[in-house]
């Protein structure tokens, strides 16, 4: 699935989209999985609660499954108009 | 209904007339535009504001027929820009149409209340002694539960 980051959780990652294979069943455990990784993955998924998920583009959350999703988008609250 | 996701600055006066030209049924148009805000300190140079390409007209579309469905309107505009913007300029702007004031009025404010927290877009403010991504309010997500 293709992964995205926006603001500063791609900042902190340091890249904007990436190509991951996996077996997460949950945005959860793919946050898990990625934290594991490396260190950035860790400082930008610290804490949770300050961060959003999309599913396929639609608002989704950390328990939601990641089953046929082919998208999925990790960025910090939305700050529009 | 239209949605437009643009770079490039928008004359705002010629979407109004063009907006408000639409249809005599309607005799109420209001429009909101936001503004790219000074600092307190008068420091800012650049308001740089990033997007989702596709889930960002996805979730303009879904708020602009939601409103649609909760009130009775003729039309409803929303433009917003991403990109490099300065102080003074327009960043937004939402039109509603309605045979009746509070409808337009009312489903401008629905529109600006769920685009601010539910259309992803982030605003950075760079001043010459750094840069910030600007946080996300609590009365921002507040606001939402009025409606």
Sequence with gaps: MDVLYFAWVRERIGLPKERIETEAATVSDLVAELSAREDRYAAAFEDLSALRVALDQELSDFDAPLAGVREVAFFPPMTGG | MRIVVQEQPFDLGA?????????????????????????????????????????????????????????????????????????????????????????????????????????????????????????????????????
């Design chain 2, 15 to 147: 979407e109004a007339n063009a907006f408000a030209a639409g249809d005599d049924a309607n005799g109420a148009i209001v429009t909101f535009t936001g503004v790219v805000r000074d600092l307190a300190s008068g420091d800012l140079d650049v308001m740089e504001i990033e997007h989702y390409p596709g889930m960002t007209e996805r979730a303009l579309t879904k708020i602009a027929q939601e409103a649609q469905e909760r009130w009775s309107l003729g039309d409803v505009l929303v433009i917003h820009r991403h990109g490099r913007l300065a102080p003074g300029d327009r960043i937004m702007m939402v039109a509603t149409a309605a045979r009746h004031r509070k409808d337009a009025f009312e489903a401008a404010e629905y529109l600006m209340d769920y685009l601010k927290s539910r259309a992803p877009f982030w605003k950075k403010e760079i001043t010459s002694s750094g840069a910030e991504w600007v946080d996300a309010k609590d009365e921002d997500e507040d606001a939402l539960t009025r409606w």
